[in-house]
């Protein structure tokens, strides 16, 4: 019968067989870490905050645009915190002066109607207006332009809760006029400087009726 070789198995090598070419194969291996990040607060995600740092850095950013279009110092700088737009202020100034509004109605169905004057002027409004600077190539966004224009609305919101507290014509008249001035102020110094300069009285002008509506119907209210 054919003698058949005895087989021999691999053998692995020891630990003194290991040579610079097992160790180079080695080193070719890819590596990593499974570490978890570090927890900074500078890796730390928004969503995993606490909920309470959440709403007071919301309201600290809606105090500083308050503070822009309030203080005529602030705008030193071109509206540089407007810039970083958000809706919330819009939105609770333009619910505060719709609560306002409708209280001074005789009847519910006014006051209803009132309510809905207030955010059809204020939101449609805004987006006409916006939509006219684009047009006109201004180098603005649409929402960040809706939020320059719904802050700068305050002034108006307190004229409409002085003239609630004090049902007195000629005040109202007073407290309408000093409000107009200072949100049209506030505004037209910011789209002002988004619109080239040979449109810029085009610009303006929607921004100023946009307010004179919104004037009106408070005193009217």
């Known amino acids: 019968m054919p003698a058949f070789d005895e087989y021999q198995s691999p053998q692995l090598p020891g630990p003194e067989g290991l040579g610079s070419g097992a160790i180079g194969a080695a080193s070719g291996v890819p590596r990593g870490s ?4 570090a927890s900074g607060p500078e890796s730390r995600c928004t969503l995993d905050e606490p909920v309470m740092e959440t709403i007071m850095r919301d309201l600290r950013s809606i105090g500083t645009k308050l503070k822009y279009v309030m203080l005529p110092r602030a ?20 619910l505060a002066l719709g609560i306002m509004l409708s209280m001074q109605a005789e009847n519910s169905e006014q006051a209803g109607l009132a309510f809905a004057l207030v955010f059809i002027i204020v939101w449609v409004g805004s987006g006409i207006v916006t939509l006219n600077a684009l047009l006109l190539r201004g180098q603005i966004s649409f929402f960040q332009s809706v939020c320059v224009l719904g802050y700068c609305i305050f002034p108006l919101v307190i004229a409409a809760f002085c003239s609630l507290l004090m049902q007195i014509i000629w005040l109202k008249v007073i407290f309408v006029v000093v409000g107009f ?16 300069e040979d449109r810029k009285a085009l610009g303006v002008y929607p921004v100023w009726l946009f307010y004179v509506s919104i004037a009106w119907m408070i005193l009217i209210a």
Request: with cysteine.
């Open 75 to 94: 705008r030193a700088d071109k509206a540089h915190g407007l810039k970083k737009w958000d809706l919330w202020g819009p939105l609770f100034l333009c």
């Open 181 to 196: 001035t200072w949100s049209t102020g506030a505004s037209v110094g910011f789209m002002s400087e988004l619109v080239p």
């Open 34 to 37: 499974i570490e978890a990040p």
